[in-house]
């Protein structure tokens, strides 16, 4: 019987796949083995489906918390990848060899819950990784050693590669879980090398990790005993096939892969198809510079060349025939950005990682997620929106009467509670934009389909089957960590919008316990906003007020009432959050009748006549009771007059009228005599004093519209006996500012 080929590599290296496509084409073996799960065997034929497009992944996750994921990538020029191809391309019998994924993710949970192995740990725990160690010594990334050193091997890739993972095994600390794993793995695929020579294959191909090599050419099998033993660690998870990127390849996500550059080594892979390793250097530079000019900058090809040149002498002298990725970027620094890093960040970022996106066939196997998200486009006729177009949609939320299923008449509410639930996830599907009018019923969304929505749709697999179950778990999981009523209302909000009213419910709870903590007025407010917003508009959601929710608006209410006055004493930065805390609770209060108006009124009354508050707080107190119909134009003036009275300071004076000029600046504009109170007032201060009240006022004005400050000249020409364009002259002009330009401001 011939001894099995062991093919070392490493995960989604360039050569590695150019290297094993070759050896495979030299050796032609009758079975093809790949480090993978051994539950994924039904998804290889998908591989290399004429309508695949790679990157892709086999994602594998339990079913039942604690959620636990495993994810095997797969680039076009990943060595698995090849392998699989080359196999499909001679119609050779291929099968993936490691250890099922539902017995893997069973044994790293077992790691989390403390289940340990009872034998001697045979190798001490060390906190220095190998691959730092290796960074530390030759004081270069290891990626940049490992790129010098097997990436740009012209021969003997798997001899190298071999002897590379022996010592990496050698030199290796693993605790005591990952030793044991690794032992566990590597004795099932050694079995599964045994089985496959028992089944009468002779000549076979093993395709694995570098640092597994060694041990199924040493290693003993798993003996049938500790096979079965093993089988009973199997626990309930699901496993597919998903379209991946670049992006996420470059996040090293998985189970022992991931790069930071894999757009970098497709030029690799590319360049080693062609027969000349240096080409990647050309292509990586061309699309560097490329990058640059679409970002505005001037990147001449004599750029390109002396970059070319410093990025050979680079490698030259750090001891390698081709440049690296490192001596790439250092050239294109030096040569292209003259020194400055920052320059080519963007660059870096687009040329290193690129843009690709895998495709797999409509009819794969998908998750209850995926399903679920196609049924819900089906069922909401939304299917002609899934395009790469982007699109918009106006929904109307109102109840069509002109049809006569329920479905068809809440058709758009289903769709804006769908869109919403997708928002939830993080599924870039839908973004809502501003609807055409300020009509609530109303909203506008934009679609747009990609296959990174793909991505966040199996990724979001692992909260739940149906889009609704997840988004349900992912919102409960938010109001668990929420630590102040503003997160927990929020998290209510978000439940509201998704039409999800047990989860509403939920985060009621979650928002009485965290009431009994005391919270400042802008808090509160806001939090008093959302829940209003709820009952105001709930009906139009099909969501049922309940008894908790109006108790918790009472109670914030009342403490609200309790703390605002406390609340204005403050400075006038702080001043501006309470005045919109003020106007957030009067809305409230003026839409939901159930809340005490009388108690709102009289606190209004407190703030607008007390001499220790905020005087801008205390004026615009007074403009809302003004705007309320409480206050008649005498009491106006006699307290106008007492805050703009001779010996009130200058700024306390005019920030009152600051307050008062926020709201109903036409019923103010309207009354004469407060303009001749203001003008009184004026007249009143010396240079030092008018200077600091100036500060005030024209920060008001600046926001009056150049109606009402036309209106306004109007009143103070007939108070002064002049015209008004003549008053509006003097009022638009700058030069009577400019003897304030020496004034000193800092004690305002």
Avoid at 406 to 431: E, M, W, Y
């Amino acid at each position: 019987m011939t001894e099995p080929v062991i093919f070392a590599i490493r995960h989604l290296s360039a050569a590695a796949g150019f290297n094993v496509r070759k050896k495979l084409t030299k050796y032609k073996p009758d079975l093809v083995l790949i480090e993978g799960p051994a539950n994924a065997n039904d998804m290889l034929p998908w591989f290399c489906h004429k309508q695949t497009r790679l990157p892709i992944a086999i994602l594998s996750y339990t079913t039942q918390e604690p959620l636990h994921t495993l994810l095997y990538p797969f680039a076009q020029y990943s060595a698995e990848y090849q392998a699989i191809s080359w196999a499909y391309e001679h119609n050779i019998p291929c099968r993936f060899m490691d250890v099922p994924s539902d017995i893997l993710l069973s044994l790293i949970q077992a790691k989390e819950q403390g289940l340990k192995q009872e034998q001697e740990d045979v190798y001490t725990k060390d906190t220095t990784n190998i691959y730092t160690s290796l960074e530390q010594t030759l004081e270069q990334s290891f990626d940049s050693i490992y790129e010098r050193s097997l990436e740009q091997l012209e021969q003997d890739y798997d001899v190298k590669a071999y002897e590379f993972g022996q010592q990496i095994r050698l030199h290796s600390h693993d605790d005591k879980f990952d030793y044991a794993l690794n032992h566990v793995r590597e004795a099932y695929m050694k079995r599964s090398i045994v089985e496959a020579q028992l089944q009468g294959f002779n000549k076979i191909f093993c395709v694995c990790g570098a640092y597994h090599a060694p041990a199924l050419k040493q290693n003993e099998p798993l003996s049938d005993s500790e096979f079965e033993q093993l089988n009973k660690f199997s626990i309930s998870t699901n496993i597919t096939l998903m379209p991946y990127s670049y992006y996420h390849l470059s996040k090293q996500s998985g189970y022992g892969a991931g790069n930071n550059a894999p757009a970098y080594f497709d030029f690799v892979w590319q360049a080693l198809k062609l027969g000349d390793y240096a080409k990647a250097s050309y292509l990586y530079l061309s699309h560097l510079c490329q990058s640059q000019r679409q970002q505005g900058y001037f990147v001449s090809t004599a750029h390109f060349i002396d970059a070319i040149k410093l990025a050979n002498t680079l490698a030259y002298l750090r001891n390698s025939k081709y440049p690296t990725l490192e001596d790439l970027k250092d050239a294109a620094i030096t040569c292209i950005a003259q020194g400055n890093a920052a320059a080519l960040s963007v660059a870096f970022a687009s040329v290193d990682i690129g843009k690709k996106i895998g495709k797999l066939p409509t009819n794969v196997s998908r998750t209850a997620l995926q399903d679920d998200f196609y049924k819900q486009l089906k069922n909401l006729k939304l299917e002609k929106y899934c395009t790469f177009e982007n699109i918009t949609l106006d929904l109307d939320l109102r109840e069509n009467l002109k049809v006569k299923s329920q479905d068809s008449a809440f058709l758009d509410l289903n769709r804006s509670f769908f869109f919403n639930r997708l928002r939830v996830l993080n599924i870039d599907f839908a973004r809502q934009t501003k609807y055409k009018s300020d009509a609530i019923w109303g909203e506008s969304w934009n679609l747009r389909w990609s296959e990174e929505s793909e991505i966040q749709i199996v990724e979001s697999a692992l909260l739940g089957e149906t889009i609704k179950l997840a988004a349900t778990f992912a919102l409960k999981e938010q109001a668990n960590n929420c630590t102040d009523i503003a997160s927990a209302s929020a998290v209510f909000e978000e439940a509201f919008l998704c039409g999800l009213t047990q989860v509403c419910e939920y985060a009621l709870k979650a928002l009485q316990k965290l009431s009994v903590n005391t919270a400042a007025i802008e808090e509160i407010s806001k939090c008093m906003y959302k829940l209003a917003n709820t009952i105001k508009y709930g009906s139009l959601r099909k969501f049922n007020q309940n008894d908790t929710l109006t108790a918790l608006l009472e109670q914030f209410y009342l403490r609200a009432c309790l703390i605002l006055a406390q609340a204005c004493i403050c400075d006038d930065k702080a001043a501006n959050d309470v005045i919109e805390s003020i106007e957030r609770i009067n809305k409230v209060q003026i839409d939901l009748n159930f809340l005490d108006q009388q108690c709102w009124v009289d606190l209004l009354k407190d703030i607008s006549n007390r001499d220790d508050l905020n005087t801008k707080c205390s004026g615009f107190a007074m403009a809302i009771l003004i705007e309320r119909g409480l206050i008649d134009e005498n009491l106006l003036n006699m307290e106008l007059s007492r805050r703009l009275a001779k010996g009130v300071a200058a700024d306390l004076g005019a920030a009152y009228f600051e307050g008062l000029a926020q709201k109903n600046r036409y019923s103010l504009i309207l009354r004469l005599s407060l303009w001749k109170i203001l003008d009184n007032y004026l007249q009143s201060l010396d240079d030092e004093e008018f200077k600091r009240a100036l500060v005030f006022l024209r920060r008001t004005f600046s926001e009056f519209k150049a109606s009402e400050k036309s209106d306004i000249a109007e009143n103070l020409g007939q108070i002064w006996g002049l015209n008004q364009q003549q008053v509006s002259k003097v009022l638009m002009s700058d030069e009577n500012l400019t003897s304030i330009d020496d004034f000193n401001f800092d004690d305002i």
